[in-house]
């Protein structure tokens, strides 16, 4: 075993010399290294040499950390970053200390403060989380030309708008709170209300009071404490999720959390047939334009959104989807509910007359249950099973020297102990099966005096043999009561004659 980690530690230093260049691998100095910077940011990936995902994203973060060296040097937001991987697998000391319960995990870390990247693994994606958490939490607006290249810039933020800017206003004390919360998830902004509200937020009147706003592409949505039980939290938790996100398993509790009935369009992108891709692009524009055309009515009861990962809804049901398909969760039950699409995919498909469809009768197609005692016990073998075929599609020659090698010799080493076993039972049993055979045919017993089964079965089998050899009989002893058979004479042949007897004659 210490020669097969041996061999993984030359591989990962020799793929680590070809193809690191912008990120610096570290060791478990590094924890000390962060202590002593309080004002440098770290990005961390921690990784396992036989992850799959691993491997994937590797290069989009060679890709991260030359975009963060390159505009270091004029975008505050990415200054004093250094982007750094760690083997969790080898340093289980660093994983440990910061939490890490998968791979691979991407942390934030300047000083005290730890943000965990929980979105999809992408260039831009990882990058606008950068932006969040190594900038300034609370950002001002200052004129409505910027306030318009905010809006171009982000699909959701929100903005706290005020008639004098008091700090010790109640509600502005409890939205600062907010954005130290919720600083890695959305952006947070203010401004004042002479600046803003005659271009968009004329219909809304202050009367001299701060108001929050959770501003999308389609629209605005005013925080009104009577729609969300008077708590700021829910107001975030609900609305910081776009109208028709895409779906990751990073950010798809926060789709969960809303408590709206979540309605996802899954497809695979990545088809060696660019009509079939069109197809479904197609599709998903289609779901895109219905959403938006019913969204008055829909928004408080319904999520739309898509997603290309298969993976993340085959592991909810635990079982693999065929694609494409209509996904539907509803987190208040736990249950989930599938419409397929792959059998029409050779029609010209129309998706509004099926979402209408479901609209009318989601209680009634929301009725599989991903939570029961069976499921539960079937999910950790399905975990271990898509984990293993995983590695092995992604990695397989790292797979084989961490499962196939050692699985091969604990078998060899079971199969050599068994057969030496077996060999020494049989050995022992022919030696203590040696008989010596008397005139008479008898057999001598063994030095305990005793004879085993194994004998026994010998001296039987010499038996058999001993009444077929021929016997010299001595004399014979007729009973009293004995009848002569009678024997028909047999007539001398000339060929059974012997030589010599032939001579004589």
């Known amino acids: 075993m210490a020669f097969v980690w041996l061999v993984i530690l030359l591989m990962q230093g020799f793929v680590a010399l070809v193809s690191a260049k912008w990120v610096r691998d570290v060791d478990s100095k590094i924890v000390d290294e962060i202590n002593q910077n309080p004002s440098v940011a770290y990005l961390i990936k921690f990784h396992a040499p036989w992850c799959g995902h691993c491997r994937k994203f590797e290069p989009i973060y060679e890709e991260i950390a030359k975009e963060i060296y390159d505009l270091s040097s004029t975008t505050d937001e990415f200054k004093n970053i250094r982007v750094v991987r760690i083997d969790a697998t080898v340093y289980t000391d660093v994983a440990s200390r910061y939490d890490v319960r998968g791979y691979p995990t991407i942390k934030f870390i300047r000083g005290a403060q730890i943000f965990a990247y929980e979105n999809e693994r992408s260039k831009v994606a990882v990058l606008e989380f950068l932006r969040r958490v190594n900038g300034p939490a609370l950002r001002w607006i200052p004129s409505i030309g910027k306030f318009n290249e905010i809006r171009r810039e982000h699909e959701v933020f929100f903005l706290f708008v005020t008639t004098n800017h008091d700090e010790n206003d109640a509600l502005f004390k409890q939205y600062k709170d907010i954005v130290n919360r919720y600083l890695s998830q959305t952006y947070f902004y203010a401004t004042n209300v002479s600046i803003i509200q005659q271009t968009y937020f004329a219909k809304y009147t202050t009367d001299g009071t701060s108001q929050i706003f959770a501003i999308k592409n389609e629209g605005f949505y005013l925080y009104k404490p009577e729609e969300y039980n008077n708590s700021i939290d829910e107001f975030i938790i609900k609305e910081k999720v776009a109208t028709f996100?895409?779906?990751?398993?990073?950010?798809?509790?926060?789709?969960?959390?809303t408590k709206r009935l979540v309605i996802i369009y899954a497809f695979k992108d990545q088809h060696e047939v660019a009509a079939q891709k069109q197809k479904r692009n197609e599709l998903k524009g289609q779901m895109r334009s219905y959403v938006m055309k019913h969204l008055p009515t829909l928004r408080e009861t319904f999520q739309f959104s898509w997603s290309n990962d298969l993976d993340l809804l085959s592991n909810i049901a635990v079982w693999t989807l065929d694609e494409p398909l209509i996904f539907l969760y509803d987190s208040s039950v736990h249950k989930y509910g599938i419409y397929p699409l792959s059998s029409m995919?050779?029609?010209?498909?129309?998706?509004?007359?099926?979402?209408?469809?479901?609209?009318?009768n989601h209680s009634e197609i929301v009725q599989y249950s991903g939570d029961t005692w069976s499921k539960r016990l079937f999910r950790p073998f399905w975990e271990i099973y898509r984990t293993v075929i995983s590695m092995f599609i992604e990695a397989p020659f790292i797979s084989l020297l961490i499962i196939g090698i050692p699985t091969a010799v604990i078998s060899l080493i079971c199969y050599c102990l068994c057969c030496s076993s077996s060999n020494d039972n049989s050995t022992n049993k022919s030696k203590n099966s040696k008989k010596k055979l008397k005139a008479d045919g008898s057999t001598e017993p063994d030095e305990d005096g005793q004879a085993s089964a194994g004998e026994e079965d010998d001296e039987e089998y010499e038996e058999r043999i001993v009444q077929i050899q021929p016997k010299f009989i001595k004399k014979?002893?007729?009973?009293?009561?004995?009848?002569?058979?009678?024997?028909?004479?047999?007539?001398?042949?000339?060929?059974?004659?012997?030589?010599?007897?032939?001579k004589r004659d």
Do not use: C, F, T
């Open 245 to 257: 996100p895409q779906v990751s398993s990073g950010n798809i509790h926060d789709l969960i959390v």
């Open 345 to 360: 995919m050779d029609s010209n498909i129309q998706l509004e007359p099926i979402l209408d469809y479901l609209i009318k």
């Open 476 to 502: 014979i002893h007729k009973p009293a009561d004995a009848r002569d058979i009678p024997i028909w004479p047999v007539l001398p042949d000339e060929s059974q004659k012997p030589i010599l007897e032939k």
